[in-house]
Nanobody, 129 residues
Framework: QVQLVESGGGSVQAGGSLRLSCAGS????????LGWFRQAPGKEREGVAA????????TYADSVKGRFTISQDNAKNTLYLDMSSLKSEDTAMYYC??????????????????????WGQGTQVTVSS
């Protein structure tokens, strides 16, 4: 059973930085996609960033390009999201997710919510202006 546990959320002022971590276990697929999603109060959950377990196919939502970086440490089974130049609109619950890679994805791991089947419980990020 896949387990994902996020950490690193907190409160930060606009313009600041945070690093989110997602510790994973139980992933048996050799090829899989990893992603970060967020959900702000009153809004639907949206994809932030995604990448392939091999390190490639990195994609970002337009709203975070140039500010957020997704990465992984395979030795630690940990996924990261480095966030900088934070804005108040980045305030949300952040979730990491994983799913087995499928050929239909055509080489791209995009943060489409419906593709991901394993989810963490989330970590809250609050950005004050």
């Amino acid at each position: 059973q896949v387990q994902l546990v996020e950490s690193g959320g907190g409160s930060v002022q606009a313009g600041g930085s945070l690093r989110l971590s997602c510790a994973g276990s139980g992933i048996t697929s050799r090829s899989y996609c990893l992603g970060w999603f967020r959900q702000a109060p009153g809004k639907e959950r949206e994809g932030v960033a995604a990448m392939h377990s091999g390190g490639g196919s990195v994609t970002y939502a337009d709203s975070v390009k140039g500010r957020f970086t997704i990465s992984q440490d395979n030795a630690k089974n940990t996924l990261y999201l480095d966030m900088s130049s934070l804005k108040s609109e980045d305030t949300a619950m952040y979730y990491c997710a994983a799913t087995a890679y499928r050929p239909a994805y055509a080489g791209s791991c995009k943060p489409y919510e419906t593709r991901f089947v394993s989810w963490g419980q989330g970590t809250q990020v609050t950005v004050s202006s």
